[in-house]
Antibody, heavy 121, light 110 residues
Framework: QVQLVESGGDVVQPGRSLRLSCAAS????????MHWVRQAPGKGLEWVAA????????YYADSVKGRLTISRDNSKNTLYLQMNSLRDEDTAVYYC??????????????WGQGTLVTVSS | QSVLTQPPSASGTPGQRVTISCSGS????????VYWFQQLPGTAPKLLIY???QWPSGVPDRFSGSKSGTSASLAISGLRSEDEADYYC???????????FGGGTQLTVL
């Protein structure tokens, strides 16, 4: 069955860096675009970034442009989110979710369990 | 301030039909498919509706979606206690080149 497992969440100081990972299994990872979505404590969902199936196209929310970088390693079936210059407002649970399969089909039908990033001095 | 506007709360009694609205603009809902998600407390979101009115496998047809112009709605018929959750709409925004979410609607089953 499809599984997405996030890891890498931690407590970090403002200005520091962190890398999140999302290990995928149960489907052909290299055929799917992927997303990162976050949720601050007690708040709603916020889309963060997306990457095409081949990694050639990347899209970001304005709130994270220039600080967060999405990437993938299809040989390892893993999605990444490199988080630099972290701010208090980046504190959230970060979820990975699937995108379309080679431009077709629904997005966001599989989600991981989330990993918590806390930015605090 | 979310790009898509949802009512913060909704409620209904068991068996009732409730609707949740999602208002956007020509650059998002007016041009693209709408997605709806259900989030139970402490869990990851679950896709309920995609392409404005399509169900993923396993989602009961008590949940239905519709879209008209720059607004969309999620209807839940035969309301059950287990439907008590937060509901979010989302769409791609052509102007922002980004996915945008509504602020979420907390549904209470009375």
């Amino acid at each position: 069955q499809v599984q997405l497992v996030e890891s890498g969440g931690d407590v970090v100081q403002p200005g520091r860096s962190l890398r999140l990972s999302c290990a995928a299994s149960g489907f052909t990872f290299s055929d799917y675009a992927m997303h990162w979505v976050r949720q601050a404590p007690g708040k709603g969902l916020e889309w963060v970034a997306a990457i095409s199936f081949d990694g050639n196209n990347k899209y970001y929310a304005d709130s994270v442009k220039g600080r967060l970088t999405i990437s993938r390693d299809n040989s390892k079936n893993t999605l990444y989110l490199q988080m630099n210059s972290l701010r208090d407002e980046d504190t959230a649970v970060y979820y990975c979710a699937n995108g379309r399969v080679r431009g077709n089909g629904p997005e966001f039908d599989y989600w991981g369990q989330g990993t918590l990033v806390t930015v605090s001095s | 301030q979310s790009v898509l506007t949802q009512p913060p709360s909704a409620s209904g009694t068991p068996g009732q039909r409730v609707t949740i609205s999602c208002s956007g603009s020509s650059s998002n809902i007016g041009s693209n498919s709408v997605y709806w998600f259900q989030q139970l407390p402490g869990t990851a979101p679950k896709l309920l509706i995609y392409s404005s009115n399509q169900w993923p496998s396993g989602v009961p047809d008590r949940f239905s979606g519709s879209k008209s112009g720059t607004s969309a709605s999620l209807a839940i018929s035969g309301l059950r206690s287990e439907d008590e959750a937060d509901y979010y709409c989302a769409a791609w925004d052509n102007s922002l080149s980004a996915w945008v979410f509504g602020g979420g609607t907390q549904l209470t089953v009375l």
